[in-house]
């Protein structure tokens, strides 16, 4: 076991098994796996923040985007956010306003420090229609290449070999996670890398991140015929069928990159007979480029419930239609449940 501490904002517990608690806020970060925490009180709620497409933000309301990353920082310890997952899609018009990326990395940089946080890639976060072909995303790599940002600080886990891919591990409410990222349309090298990372941590309960992942009708069917698909690749039900399903450890996926949609769920079943949940968000094609909404995923471990509500910091209001505002059960894989609450997790 690797013991590591981060520069965070608050008052650091460093354990002997290689955890690292942030008094003041209910979490671990992981250094290279550890058994979360098992009584009672360990166990209470707590929440992962889904940033959808901010590509209208940066290319022209960055106000809104650092709304969004001020309100996390500030509300991180009464909302008990533990991670923030932002889904891609960073920029609008690619390697071509250096400007958008500032704004981006400086936005996101507002919760250095303060709360873990990944990127997935989204299609406008290649260099041109051809890169996202041809997996070239220079500008994304030169701000957001994980080995640069995150290396060094504690529950960053690794990157593939071209970047593109990452995980970060953490514990919370007793559980132990892993946050997975792939690029868009991962082609058979990213989903073989992400299969050897979560056999290297078999107890951890798996979100995945991932852009492009579902249309209007659930998961993409089949290969798309945009350009910025690449001929490499697999588009979401490839995704499904290849990956997810295959992995009793995944259990929820979160995309964006269907504006037109702006919010979907659907509840599909793996292999070993558990449901995995998949969400889609994303508000760009709202007023101002989405108006700064955001996803609150709170885990309830002891209520065995995932409660998804819809916030925008900017109007400072909730989106409570039944699309928006919703319960679903909390239901982990049997090996990574946490040990004396595993009767109570398993559903």
């Given at each position: ?12 517990q ?9 008094t ?6 992981i250094?290279a ?10 166990r209470?709620?707590?929440t992962?923040v889904?940033?959808p497409?901010?590509?209208?933000y ?9 709304v969004?990353t ?9 909302e ?7 889904v ?7 390697s071509?306003?250096?400007s ?5 990395d ?6 250095d ?5 990944g ?8 260099d041109?229609d051809?890169g ?11 701000y ?14 690794g ?8 995980y970060h ?13 792939l ?6 090298d990213a ?12 107890t951890c309960?798996?979100?995945v ?6 249309k209007h ?21 490839d ?12 259990f ?10 702006c919010?979907?769920?659907?509840t ?12 889609l ?12 909404w955001?996803r609150?995923?709170?885990f ?13 910091p ?32 398993a559903?």
């Amino acid at each position: 076991m690797i013991a590591v501490a981060a520069r965070l904002r608050c008052p650091v517990q460093l354990f002997s098994s290689g955890c690292v608690r942030l008094t003041g806020t209910t979490i671990l970060l992981i250094a290279a796996s550890c058994a979360g925490p098992s009584s009672v009180a360990d166990r209470g709620p707590f929440t992962i923040v889904m940033l959808p497409d901010t590509q209208r933000y940066s290319e022209s309301r960055p106000d809104l985007f650092f709304v969004q990353t001020d309100w996390i920082r500030k509300n991180r310890d009464k909302e008990n956010i533990v991670f923030v997952t932002h889904v891609g899609d960073l920029v609008q018009n690619r390697s071509k306003k250096p400007s958008e990326w500032k704004t981006a990395d400086e936005a996101m940089a507002v919760l250095d420090g303060v709360v873990p946080y990944g990127v997935a890639i989204g299609n406008h976060d290649y260099d041109s229609d051809d890169g996202v072909k041809k997996g070239v995303a220079t500008m994304y790599l030169q701000y957001f290449n994980p080995e640069q940002r995150f290396k060094g600080r504690p529950g960053y886990g690794g990157a593939s070999p071209n970047g593109l891919n990452s995980y970060h591990l953490l514990s919370a409410g007793g559980i132990d996670l892993i946050m997975l990222f792939l690029e868009v349309e991962a082609p058979d090298d990213a989903l073989a890398w992400a299969s050897s990372v979560l056999e290297k941590y078999p107890t951890c309960a798996a979100i995945v991140s991932i852009h492009t992942y579902m249309k209007h009708s659930g998961r993409d069917g089949g290969r798309e015929t945009k350009r910025e698909y690449r001929k490499d690749g697999n588009a979401g039900e490839d995704i499904w069928q290849k990956f997810i399903r295959r992995q009793p450890q995944v259990f929820m996926v979160l995309c964006g990159h269907v504006g037109g949609l702006c919010e979907y769920r659907q509840t599909s079943r793996n292999d070993a007979g558990a449901d995995v949940l998949e969400m889609l968000a994303d508000y760009q094609k709202r007023e101002n480029g989405g108006d700064g909404w955001l996803r609150l995923i709170r885990f309830v471990p002891l209520n065995r419930e995932i409660q998804v509500r819809t916030y925008s910091p900017a109007l400072n209001k909730f989106e409570t239609d039944e699309d928006s505002q919703f319960v679903v059960p909390l239901v982990l894989p049997d090996q990574c449940l946490p040990k004396p609450a595993a009767v109570a997790l398993a559903g």
